[in-house]
């Protein structure tokens, strides 16, 4: 599995509009970055240094910054903008060091952090095995990858609405549980564990979810998205479309909430026997 198709520049773009209004709406992200982090509890790790990659605003990073009181916390985000609003976590004595950078490309050195979280930024890696090999390249052996991202149910309803109207990509394409723990292995990573949530958000009409999908940043990034603006009677066919989907009063909208994490691998110690010139093997009794 190689290249999803993600437009990284329509990624930054959406994401820095959105950042004064992301907090606004981001009530699922923050549900599932609680569930991630309590899994931490069952974790023996005392990181010196944690990324939380993909840090939006820094709800998490204020969060690994409490729950790791002496470890340096360091933040990194795609856009601009939303690493200002996460440099604000934290009291002033102690604040995050705050990155803006690709996480395909982090500007961090080999072996330098014990502990990468990221909460709903894996979804938008251009190629999620050289993602998760950088990742592996910046951790220490031994050192851990904890993540939540979108499984393809994600927004099946808005999928289905929108297929019913053209041929167009609507809605990013997100990668099944399965396959992502193949590529934590392909990548090097040991020991992958994946499971999965599903979390339905409910609104009065499908032009609801729309606002909150654009307040969030959580636009189409495809390359394959319709560059010309939705005709309005393209628009009505999706709401009817997605009419049919309406259950007491309200219209769903599934999310599939993938959890994951995996172990930079140990170095394997290989012992060695010496053998003094002119000995041979150990005698063998015999009867």
């Known amino acids: 599995m190689g290249e999803t198709g993600i437009d990284k520049a329509r990624v930054r773009r959406s994401f820095s509009r959105a950042a004064d209004s992301y907090d606004e709406v981001a009530v699922l992200q923050r549900e599932a970055g609680s569930r991630m982090l309590e899994r931490l509890d069952l974790v023996k790790l005392r990181p010196r240094r944690v990324l939380d990659l993909g840090c939006g605003t820094g709800t998490q990073t204020a969060a690994l910054m409490q729950r790791y009181p002496k470890a340096r916390v360091v933040a990194l985000d795609l856009a601009l903008p939303m690493v200002r609003h996460a440099r604000r976590k934290g009291r002033w004595l102690r604040r995050p060091l705050c990155l803006c950078g690709d996480m395909e490309r982090l500007p961090l050195a080999g072996g330098s952090v014990d502990l990468i979280v990221s909460n709903f930024a894996f979804q938008w890696s251009t190629d999620p095995l050289v993602l998760y090999r950088e990742c ?141 010139p002119g000995s041979g093997p150990p005698a063998r009794g015999g009867v």
């Open 136 to 276: 592996l390249r910046v951790l220490r052996p031994g050192g851990l990858l904890m993540f939540t991202t979108f499984g393809p149910d994600t927004l099946k309803e808005l999928r289905h609405a929108w297929s019913e109207v053209d041929d167009f990509e609507h809605v990013s394409p997100f990668i099944d549980m399965h396959d992502l723990g193949d590529l934590l292995i392909r990548a090097g990573f040991a020991a992958p564990v994946m499971d999965v949530d599903r979390m339905v958000l409910t609104y009065a009409g499908v032009d609801d979810l729309m606002r909150d999908l654009k307040r969030l940043g959580a636009r189409n990034a495809t390359i394959g998205r319709p560059r010309a603006l939705t005709g309005k009677a393209r628009m009505t066919a999706m709401r009817r479309a997605y009419e049919k989907f309406r259950q007491g009063g309200v219209l769903p909208a599934t999310h599939e909430v993938v959890y994951g994490h995996a172990w930079a691998p140990e170095p394997v110690e290989v012992a060695f026997e010496t053998i003094q």
